[in-house]
């Protein structure tokens, strides 16, 4: 939240040439009795996952948990403060296509065997669609996806298909982002 | 997997390993189990990937993805990150940050080894980056409405935002207009006015002219009765026609400076062919970011394979990233060419903070999935059909296509008749008419254009619904239907008004070459007509919002209890609708400001206007269509309908500048037999040498060859474009049996490795 803001432009500040693409917002704290004041001691401070999946930005995404695990340290969703500068860095509007591609296929990838595969695509469909679909809808649009982005035809998409494919998505670059 | 290439390979289509075919679990799950990953990861393909991204130079900017690097190779990455420091921020590496710093910190040691030249070179590329960041902030913060729109985006979705930015593009683009016309025509005009500077106005009557073209007579004010202001303000009459609204007013020649002349008619001539040309270029500008997309795709896609050939392959690929024939292809095979892909991957808004938001966003993506999936359900039943379903179908699509060239013609004769009638009329005593009498006739070529206008959409969607489409077809013929309707009865309307100011009962036309008893300065009543239009359509867009919408809003809100309100709900922001509303206002600007040049500082304010209006109307009385308008493809598609708009604009115009003879009695063009020959007169006041160079420019002799090699360029970029789909396509397939090849050669490697070990 705020904190995090503030404490960003201190430790942006003395610690010059380190660029997070950020910008200024206003905001209530997230956990002001977690997060303690004063971050040059670089204390170890995890804010759990229940709080960051009811932040206003997250709330409402159907992917917020795997955002949260994608971008901790252990893969459990709970975040440190440099965790939470990363998500939000990568999730901002000056972040390169490419670095946003990289983390979005992290985050499709829900078994994390660094492929997508057909069960990632309809796990991330029912997601979308609130389980709304039909299970014979479902499995008929995961299969024209991996159609379409299947570039070397092995039945699940790997980083460069999922890279090759972001390149020809003229809206990626205008949905995958958080406004803070 | 040999086994299974065998049977399952079609000519064309590769085919797709599933996943979990029983045959080959045993291969895939041997392929990929631990050992052959670092197989993978060691093969010199996979390494020159990974060098050849950390390293790509900034050709394009966003090109070069990086991996995060797996275990047994990140302290290599790192290393090499580390000695090419030069080149590359650290922000695009996939690190998180506490590797980043480190980096960072090892970077800042190692500038100490440097030389001094080295440093001062790197801290400047630095700093002017940064300054260059926030000068683009710097200019991110001056746009207009930057808030609102980004307000709307984030409560209704980037469909309605596109339209909201479309109208600010416009807004932009008429008062840039009407500075072109201002700096041109009315500065001088103004200067001299109002003796700011010493110039005078040069008048020069034309001598051989017959004394009947130059009477102009202005409009008597008898007895003036209070209403005749409103009337004259609504119509451009009376008081307003001598103003510099309208071009009667410049009736100059030139304008005298100290040290020069300067030559009115041209500069209002230049004018208008000025703002035309920007207004082409800027469209064409900014479409052409789609364009440049797609490019930088084509020239990915190519790059992305390379690596899998030969160097001397790689070579040849290397030299078609260069042509660009890929554009319009991937332009027109975008929508169909990811649809799937762009809906799963990029369908979701991140920036979406409000419940209701995501519901609708959920709602739309179903929506927009299941409409996907009929479409290919109806691609199946097409390609199914029988050859006597195909007659039967193709001649109702021709006996549907009359009607509607029927509908299309009977609107288009209402508006001649009702045109006619109009200016017929408008000649009598309109003093003596009562005030709405009055009114109806003058706007009675707007009224009935506005109400074919709304008619005709209804008629279009209930026929297609025959045609038997597809469901996205369907959307977009009955939108081009549509606009071609309402573009063209502009057009018909000014044909209209040209037919009737260069015919006459006798042969009075030969006179001074257009009817000057009933249209004595018929520029300034062409420019009437346009500036009634534009009047119109803003009362009734205003009208609209106020007296539809918002009641609308307010019955369903209070009155929860009726049903059949409840059923009608409130209202959908329709997006085409709006979109081609404005279209409609600018295409008359067009036309008009030649006409009129202070139409375009009317329409800057109209706009300006309609934007807050169109934004509280979304805003407390809207609700969300749950058709949604993907933002990618919308803008293109507004873009093609100015495009359109324009097209239509400059018809009328070329026609009545090159052909019409100008008023005699009013205007700069006075002593010219049509408005065009200023040029070729002040061509004639050229050197020789230029004189003859545009002459030759201009002839036959130079335009056929021209436009013939012109032709022939365009069918090789054609021929190029349809080349390269081939090349991609072979590409594609011998991928995928190069990635099979892999796999196999790996089980094998495993299976060798597993018996020597036995």
């Not at chain 2, 400076?257 to 500008?285: E, G, M, R």
């Not at chain 2, 009634?532 to 019955?555: C, Q, Y």
Request: proline share 4%; net charge neutral.
């Amino acid at each position: 939240g705020q904190q995090a803001n503030s404490l960003h432009t201190r430790a942006a500040g003395s610690v010059s040439g380190l660029h997070i693409f950020h910008k200024e917002g206003d905001h209530e704290d997230l956990a002001p009795q977690l997060v303690p004041l004063d971050y040059t001691t670089c204390p170890d401070v995890k804010v759990p996952y229940e709080l960051i999946g009811s932040m206003p930005e997250l709330k409402d995404n159907p992917f917020r948990q795997r955002i949260a695990q994608v971008f901790s340290e252990d893969g459990d969703g709970h975040m440190t403060l440099d965790n939470f500068l990363d998500m939000f860095s990568v999730m901002s509007e000056m972040a390169p296509r490419d670095l946003k591609a990289y983390y979005a296929f992290k985050i499709y990838d829900f078994n994390n065997d660094d492929y997508i595969c057909a069960w990632d695509l309809e796990q991330t469909v029912t997601k979308l669609t609130r389980g709304e679909l039909s299970a014979e809808e479902v499995s008929l649009v995961c299969e024209k996806v991996l159609d379409e982005a299947d570039g070397d035809h092995d039945g699940r998409l790997s980083l460069e298909d999922f890279q090759n494919m972001i390149l020809r998505a003229p809206d990626f670059l205008s949905t995958f982002h958080i406004r803070i | 997997m040999s086994e299974s290439s065998g049977s399952a390979l079609q000519p064309g289509r590769p085919s797709r390993q599933p996943a979990v075919h029983p045959e080959n679990l045993s291969l895939d799950s041997s392929c990929f189990s631990s050992p052959p990953v670092n197989f993978l990861q060691e093969l010199p393909s996979y390494r020159s990937i990974a060098r050849r991204r950390t390293t790509v130079h900034s050709r394009d900017k966003q090109s070069g993805t990086l991996l995060k690097p797996t275990d047994s190779y990140s302290s290599q990455l790192e290393d090499r990150i580390a000695e090419n420091l030069s080149s590359h921020s650290l922000r695009n590496y996939a690190l998180n940050i506490s590797e980043k710093r480190r980096l960072r910190d090892i970077q800042e040691t190692q500038m100490k080894y440097l030389s001094e030249w080295d440093q001062w070179k790197r801290y400047s590329s630095k700093s002017w980056k940064r300054f260059l960041e926030k000068a683009r902030e710097m200019t991110t913060h001056l746009e207009l409405w930057r808030e609102d729109i980004r307000s709307i985006e984030g409560k209704f979705g980037t469909g309605i935002q596109s339209y909201f930015s479309f109208l600010r593009f416009l807004v932009l683009l008429n008062l840039v207009i009407f500075l072109i016309i201002f700096m041109l025509v009315l500065l001088p005009v103004l200067l001299t006015k109002y003796k700011i500077t010493n110039s005078s106005f040069v008048l020069i009557p034309f001598k051989d002219m017959d004394k009947q073209c130059t009477v102009y007579p202005v409009s008597s004010s008898g007895l003036i009765y209070f209403y005749s202001y409103i009337i004259d303000l609504l119509s451009g009459t009376g008081f307003l026609e001598e103003t510099s609204l309208f071009y009667g007013h410049y009736t100059i020649d030139g304008v005298k400076f100290q040290n020069f002349t300067y030559d009115l008619p041209l500069a209002y001539l230049l004018s208008t062919i000025a703002s035309l040309a920007l207004s082409l270029l800027w469209i064409v500008k900014r479409s052409g970011l789609n364009q440049r997309l797609a490019t930088e795709m084509g020239q990915h896609e190519l790059y992305n394979m390379a690596y899998f050939w030969s160097p001397h392959e790689t070579y040849r690929i290397e030299n078609l990233r260069s042509v660009e024939g890929f554009k319009i292809n991937l332009i027109r095979s975008e929508e169909h060419f990811q649809s799937y892909c762009n809906k799963i991957f990029a369908g979701w808004d991140f920036c979406i903070t409000n419940r209701s938001m995501a519901d609708l966003k959920h709602s739309s993506l179903r929506y927009e999935l299941r409409a996907d999936l009929e479409e290919e359900r109806m691609r199946q039943k097409i390609a199914e059909r029988t050859s006597e379903e195909t007659i039967r179908i193709y001649s109702l699509r021709l006996f549907l296509n009359c009607i509607v060239l029927a509908v299309l013609g009977a609107c288009f004769y209402a508006i001649y008749v009702a045109t006619v009638f109009s200016q017929e009329h408008m000649k009598k005593e309109i003093d003596k008419m009562v005030f709405g009498e009055n009114l109806f006739i003058l706007y009675l070529p707007s009224i009935v254009i506005t109400l074919a206008n709304f008619i005709t959409p209804m008629i279009f969607a209930k026929i297609i619904r025959y045609e038997d489409y597809s469901p996205g077809f369907e959307i977009r013929l009955t939108i081009l239907r549509c606009v071609f309707m309402r573009l063209a009865t502009i057009c018909v309307l000014v044909f209209t008004l040209g037919s009737k100011i260069t015919s006459c009962d006798d042969d009075t036309c030969d006179l001074c070459g257009y009817n000057q008893k009933l249209y004595p300065c018929w520029e300034t009543q062409v420019g009437q007509e346009m500036y009634k239009l534009m009047i119109f359509d803003f009362i009734i867009i205003l009208a609209v919002t106020l007296f539809v919408d918002f009641p609308r809003k307010l019955l369903v809100t209070y009155c929860s209890s009726c049903k059949l309100i409840q059923c009608w709900g409130q209202q959908e922001f329709a997006i085409p609708d709006n979109v081609l509303g404005i279209v409609y206002g600018q295409t008359i600007c067009w036309i008009g400001a030649f006409f009129s040049p202070l139409l375009p500082a009317i329409a800057t304010l109209k706009f300006i206007i309609i934007f807050y209006v169109k934004e509280w109307s979304l805003l407390y009385t809207c609700r969300p269509s749950p058709r949604p308008f993907r933002a990618s493809n919308s803008n293109f598609f507004f873009l093609l309908v100015l495009l359109i708009g324009l097209c239509l604009a400059i018809i009328p115009l070329t026609i009545s500048i090159s052909r019409i003879p100008s008023s005699k009695a009013c205007g700069p063009f006075t002593n010219f037999n049509t408005t065009w020959e200023v040029i070729p007169k002040t061509v004639s006041t050229f050197p020789s040498s230029l004189q003859s160079f545009i002459h030759g420019v201009t002839s036959e002799a130079f335009a056929v060859p021209f436009f013939m090699i012109i032709c022939l360029i365009m069918f090789y970029f054609i021929a190029l474009a349809g080349a390269h789909k081939r090349v991609v396509i072979q590409l594609r397939e011998q991928l995928s049996l190069e990635s099979r090849d892999k796999c196999y050669l790996i089980q094998k490697l495993t299976e060798a490795q597993r018996d020597m070990r036995n």
